[in-house]
């Protein structure tokens, strides 16, 4: 495994880190969950990401179960907070009521005394931003979580953040987890070149664009059976990249990948790894033999003959 350090900071992250949305908890079920888990510890992989929100604490349940029985220093471990746990008013956000006691739930679920990296799953325009950064900051001060970050936030919300954070003292975002893949390429404009700036790190999410990336979808050919696009549960969230024009994109992309005698998705992971500002590309995985393959992407070069003709294809 290879390792990048995390923003401005001291910590060192596996350049593949592996994630837990719309798997653990849910549609793969806690035995081989941590297989999968126990697979990417064993290749080196240190970084290991969940959510609060994820079938509502399941998720962080079964992460938590399968970290155990490793020493605590050896992996580094995100969560995250905002989106509803719960039916009340104040069950979402970030006000310092609901930061302050989906931590603590957090922690309870994961089974641990500290949450590495504590994630704003999104921006709360309902709420200041110096309630929620003062309320990551006693925190930070209480020892009950490390490091700072946001997901999905723009380039100016990131910018008042860190405004805010030097105006009062409070400690500072170090990373971002950002959606980012070949055909999703929003942060590369502002969210990027600030955040180099600044000293934050992306690790990014959907890397392979929900598995289209993966070579499995065909044009003119029917889903394949058991693929996360014939889940009732969350086939909206591929349908969108299942057209014609990006199916006929994939197909020259693994035109590029055969000739470097990679797949599809080690060349796109390989994409992804190529911006030095990208600590580390976030995978989900249903089988370890998957895990196993998208990993040898970190040992993939692409020259700059290879990134032109990715950009011709892309357009």
Not at 71 to 76: D, G, L
Request: glycine share 8%; aromatic share 8%.
């Amino acid at each position: 495994m290879k390792f990048r350090k995390l923003g401005r900071t001291g910590l060192k992250v596996s350049e593949i880190s592996l994630g837990s949305w719309l798997t653990y908890g849910a549609t793969v079920g806690s035995d081989q969950s941590e297989k999968i888990i126990d697979t990417a510890y064993d290749a080196g992989i240190n970084f290991f990401d969940t959510a609060n929100v994820y079938e509502r604490g399941e998720a962080e349940k079964v992460v938590g179960k399968a970290l155990k029985k490793y020493p605590r220093e050896s992996y580094v471990l995100a969560t995250k907070v905002f989106w509803p746990m719960g039916d009340g008013v104040n069950d979402r956000g970030l006000s310092r009521k609901h930061v302050f006691e989906q931590a603590h739930a957090s922690l309870k679920r994961l089974g641990l005394d500290y949450i590495d990296i504590y994630y704003c799953h999104r921006y709360d325009p309902e709420t200041p931003i110096d309630e929620t950064l003062r309320t990551i900051d006693d925190l930070v001060r209480q020892g009950k979580i490390l490091y700072a970050g946001v997901s999905e936030w723009t380039a100016s919300q990131i910018a008042e953040a860190l405004r805010t954070s030097d105006k009062y003292l409070l400690d500072r975002i170090v990373v971002h987890q950002p959606r980012y893949n070949m055909f999703q390429r929003g942060i590369e404009q502002e969210v990027i070149p600030y955040s180099e700036q600044q000293g934050i790190s992306q690790v990014v999410f959907s890397p392979l664009a929900q598995g289209l990336l993966t070579g499995k979808y065909k044009l003119g050919q029917p889903l394949p059976e058991g693929s996360r696009a014939t889940n009732e549960k969350i086939n909206k969230t591929i349908q969108g990249f299942l057209t014609e024009e990006n199916l006929q994109k994939v197909a020259r992309l693994e035109e590029v990948a055969n000739g470097l005698d990679v797949s599809l998705s080690q060349l796109a992971l390989a994409w992804i790894l190529r911006q030095p500002n990208v600590a580390s590309a976030l995978v989900g995985a249903t089988k370890p033999e998957q895990l196993l393959e998208n990993i040898k992407a970190i040992d993939v070069t692409l020259n700059e003959e290879v990134l032109e003709n990715i950009e011709k294809i892309l357009g």
